[in-house]
């Protein structure tokens, strides 16, 4: 499975614990992320993360690209509700991009943590066949 990442300055080091935590679930699959979310997870999970450019950047527009492609099969983006985000356009595109695709999106850990306990229970599966 392809899983995209991206996460609000605030909440990067919450993104970091979780891919900690959850790493053996995640090495298992393609991991994706903008280009500093990227690099503190790499260093932290010793993971291979494909980085993107950074979200002001254009990284953000590259997730939802792919999403658009149907070559994201879950977003995580860990937002930041009480600080005006940078990103607001593109935080809008995503989530609707994944409602259009039909992409299971977490913004925030509790919902982070049902999708990744659903990908290892296989339950996510189905992905796999409507996107061939």
Known sequence: MNIALI???KK???MVQFCIAYAGILSKHNI???ATTANLIAEA???EIQRFLSGTQGGADQIAARISCDDVDIMLYFRD???PSKLEREE???LRLCDVHNVPVAT???TAEV???ALDRGDLDWRMYINK
């Open 45 to 47: 999970t010793g993971m």
């Open 12 to 14: 990067k080091e919450l």
């Open 81 to 83: 509700p009480s600080t």
């Open 32 to 34: 994706g992320a903008t």
């Open 115 to 117: 999708i990744i306990m």
């Open 108 to 110: 925030n850990i509790a």
């Open 7 to 9: 996460a609000d300055e």
């Open 92 to 94: 809008n595109l995503i």
